[in-house]
């Protein structure tokens, strides 16, 4: 029978511990406002849809599966992130119609913009806490 004894000359846990929610807390608020960006210059870009004027103004909409074309800026005017609690965040989007251009509707074709910008982040949010989980672990 062999007998083992452990001893922690360098007892980190509890900083670690006091740390983690922190450092868990800025890559998830970072992320947030990195996915918030990411819906508004996605709206920005060019569209391929169809055009139309309304008064002087010719307008080019977004097509089926492009996120939204910004037309009166509304709807990315609506979109905020928001601090849930520690290691917690919510993008909230403010106009009523938002989703039914997300998800589309029985007479229009989805104009995704949040899964898309979600699918963007998630890598990176892994890296983030790769990085910190190596970082902490020195």
């Given at each position: 029978?062999s007998?083992?004894?452990?001893?922690?000359?360098?007892?980190?846990?509890?900083?670690?511990?006091?740390?983690?929610?922190?450092?868990?807390?800025?890559?998830?608020?970072?992320?947030?406002?990195?996915?918030?960006?990411?819906?508004?210059?996605?709206?920005?870009?060019?569209?391929?849809?169809r055009?139309?004027?309304?008064?002087?103004?010719?307008?080019?909409?977004?097509?089926?599966?492009?996120?939204?074309?910004?037309?009166?800026?509304?709807l990315a005017?609506?979109?905020?992130?928001?601090?849930?609690?520690?290691?917690?965040?919510?993008?909230?989007?403010?106009?009523?119609?938002?989703?039914?251009?997300?998800?589309?509707?029985?007479?229009?074709?989805?104009?995704?913009?949040?899964?898309?910008?979600?699918?963007?982040?998630?890598?990176?949010?892994?890296?983030?806490?790769?990085?910190?989980?190596?970082?902490?672990?020195?």
């Open positions: 029978m007998q083992w004894r452990v001893t922690i000359t360098d007892n980190r846990i509890p900083e670690l511990i006091q740390r983690l929610p922190v450092e868990t807390d800025n890559i998830v608020q970072k992320i947030a406002n990195d996915i918030l960006a990411y819906v508004v210059n996605s709206m920005a870009g060019a569209k391929h849809g055009l139309y004027q309304r008064g002087k103004i010719v307008h080019q909409a977004s097509a089926p599966s492009e996120p939204p074309a910004i037309d009166t800026g509304h005017n609506s979109i905020q992130a928001q601090k849930v609690k520690v290691g917690s965040a919510r993008i909230n989007v403010g106009a009523a119609y938002g989703v039914n251009l997300e998800l589309g509707t029985s007479k229009m074709a989805a104009r995704p913009f949040l899964k898309p910008a979600a699918e963007h982040a998630w890598p990176i949010f892994k890296t983030a806490i790769g990085e910190l989980f190596k970082r902490l672990a020195r």
